[in-house]
């Protein structure tokens, strides 16, 4: 079974401070992907950043990052510049393929770590 | 282009009642899916689609029902619903032939059953 673990509830960062949070996942899979989803309190899932597990150069989009390490099946995330509507809860999602070859996933959630930037 | 919509946003249950949970995608997507999230939780699978007809269960299907008639809706039927099932309800979809393999998740659906 896969899992996926984030060891840090909440954390809190200053505006314009960068911040790094935490993601571990267990899986014998060789081929998945990984991701990190921002939760507003409007519930809105929104996908933040995507990493696919055969590429080796971290993803990156504007300010936020990733620092994939897939021997140690570890997958952070780095917001830097944190900006005060970057507070939300942040998951991280494991997904492998439904069926081999195809592009039906199953997401996998870790419980999320809340994140609070102030001012 | 309105996305992943999902109805009602909000409803409140008596312990054996029943109710449809709505969700229609606008994006022409094959793939739809079913989570549901538990408080102070990540979200878990109940049930997926890959086209119409075409239904599949995930990790926790025991409670609900799902059908999908056409491309663009996947109702989540619950059945004599329980206190265990209250929880904040997504529904998502994705594009088969995305290598991005991104879903696309609605707004979210909160039931407490009570």
């Known amino acids: 079974a896969q899992t996926v673990t984030q060891s840090q509830p909440e954390m809190s960062v200053q505006e314009a401070e960068t911040v790094t949070l935490s993601c571990t996942y267990d899986?014998?899979?060789?081929?998945?992907?990984l991701f990190w989803y921002k939760q507003p309190p409007s519930r809105q899932m929104i996908l933040v950043i995507r990493?696919?597990?055969?590429?080796?150069q971290n993803a990156t989009e504007n300010r936020f990052s990733v620092n994939f390490q897939k021997a140690a099946k570890s997958f952070s995330l780095k917001i830097s510049d944190s900006q005060l509507g970057d507070t939300a809860m942040y998951f991280c999602?494991?997904?492998?393929?439904?069926?081999?070859?195809?592009?039906?996933?199953?997401?996998?959630f870790g419980r999320g770590t809340q994140l609070t930037v102030w001012p | 282009n309105a996305g992943v919509t999902q109805t009602p946003k909000f409803r409140i249950l008596k312990i054996g009642q029943s109710m449809t949970l709505q969700c229609t995608q606008d994006?022409?997507?094959?793939?739809m899916y079913w989570y549901r999230q538990d408080p102070g939780m990540g979200l878990k699978l109940i049930y997926y689609?890959?086209?119409?007809?075409?239904?599949d269960k995930g990790e926790v299907p025991n409670g609900y029902n799902v059908s999908r008639s056409t491309t663009e809706d996947f109702p989540l039927r619950l059945e004599l619903a329980a206190p265990s099932q209250t929880s904040v309800y997504f529904c998502?979809?994705?594009?088969?032939?995305?290598?991005?393999?991104?879903?696309?998740f609605g707004p979210g659906t909160r039931l407490t059953v009570l």
């Open positions: 999602a494991f997904m492998k393929p439904i069926y081999r070859g195809s592009t039906l996933g199953r997401l996998y």
């Open positions: 994006m022409n997507h094959n793939y």
């Open positions: 998502a979809s994705s594009y088969p032939y995305d290598r991005v393999v991104e879903q696309f």
């Open positions: 899986t014998s899979e060789s081929n998945y992907y």
């Open positions: 990493q696919e597990a055969y590429k080796q």
């Open positions: 689609s890959v086209g119409a007809g075409i239904t």
